[in-house]
């Protein structure tokens, strides 16, 4: 015998169809301009909210090169955010101590800048950064040494110096993120100088409905020289903030032929300059500061 088979409806075969059609649509992947128009939006409404906010940084840093092998380099320094309601958010640090061993007193005192002398307090805080670099173990970990660097090629102001690319789309926790891949342009000014290489490339996962930027990677290349750095971002509780929870650097220079003998002559071999840098951030606390006087 035949197996009964029962015909469905005509209205019964649209409600299906219309069921199959919306499904389809549900997992259409966003507009990458939407994504982008989101970030930037987000930006520098996220530059208003962080407004002076400090941290304390724990730095890692190692030195990778050949024969370079041992303990790494710990810095502890207090960590500043300052959003400039504009989109821009930049940090500046003030080692305290080196090894374990303090420096100075903890006194507060990059923090204090953007409160008691806002008119001169950026020129102060650049300084206090400048003069933590004679404690990394080279000045190429100064590079990138900025967590929400990357975060300046999604402004609205410099997303036309990049091209942009949609990678994928995941579900984390129950948002979707777009993983967003960019290469900034030949030809036109680097948002970021880095000698001897070319123009930045990198990636940035972006919550889909908020514009949120939940991690970032940033790298530049050339045929010696390659130099990045990853960062993750956290909800921050008590500030109901995304910040920078850990930033990981990585530095590869080769130089051809420097390489010298015991002798000391040049033995024909290229040298290598290695370096990692791991910067973890916590204590999170909101100062009370007038940024539109912070210059």
Not at 187 to 209: K, M
């Amino acid at each position: 015998m035949r197996p009964h088979c029962r015909l469905l409806s005509p209205l019964l075969f649209v409600v299906i169809i219309g069921l199959a059609s919306t499904g389809i649509e549900a997992q259409k992947p966003p507009a990458l301009a939407d994504v982008l128009q989101a970030a930037a939006g987000y930006l520098v409404q996220y530059s208003q909210r962080v407004g002076v906010i400090s941290a304390e940084e724990a730095y890692a840093q190692h030195n990778t090169s050949a024969g370079q092998g041992g303990m790494p380099t710990r810095l502890v320094t207090d960590f500043v955010l300052v959003g400039f309601g504009d989109g821009a958010v930049t940090g500046f640090r003030d080692v305290v101590s080196v090894g374990g061993a303090s420096l100075r007193k903890r006194d507060d005192r990059l923090a204090t800048l953007f409160t008691a002398s806002p008119a001169t307090s950026l020129q102060q805080a650049r300084q206090m950064s400048d003069d933590s670099v004679r404690y990394y173990l080279s000045p190429n970990l100064r590079v990138l040494d900025q967590p929400t660097i990357a975060l300046e090629f999604l402004r609205k102001e410099n997303q036309e110096r990049s091209t942009f690319k949609l990678d994928s789309v995941k579900t984390v926790k129950g948002a979707a993120v777009a993983v967003v891949r960019f290469n900034e342009r030949s030809g036109t000014a680097r948002l970021v100088s880095v000698p001897e290489t070319g123009p930045a490339e990198g990636r940035v996962w972006i919550d889909v409905a908020t514009g949120a930027i939940r991690q970032t990677e940033l790298i530049f290349t050339s045929k010696s020289v390659s130099i990045s750095a990853a960062v993750n971002y956290a909800v921050e509780p008590k500030l109901d903030l995304w910040l920078p929870v850990n930033m990981y650097q990585k530095v590869d220079i080769y130089v051809a032929g420097t390489g010298a003998s015991n002798m000391g002559t040049e033995s024909g071999y290229g040298a290598h300059q290695g370096l990692e840098g791991r910067a973890d951030y916590e204590k999170f606390r909101q100062v009370t500061a007038d940024t539109s006087k912070i210059k």
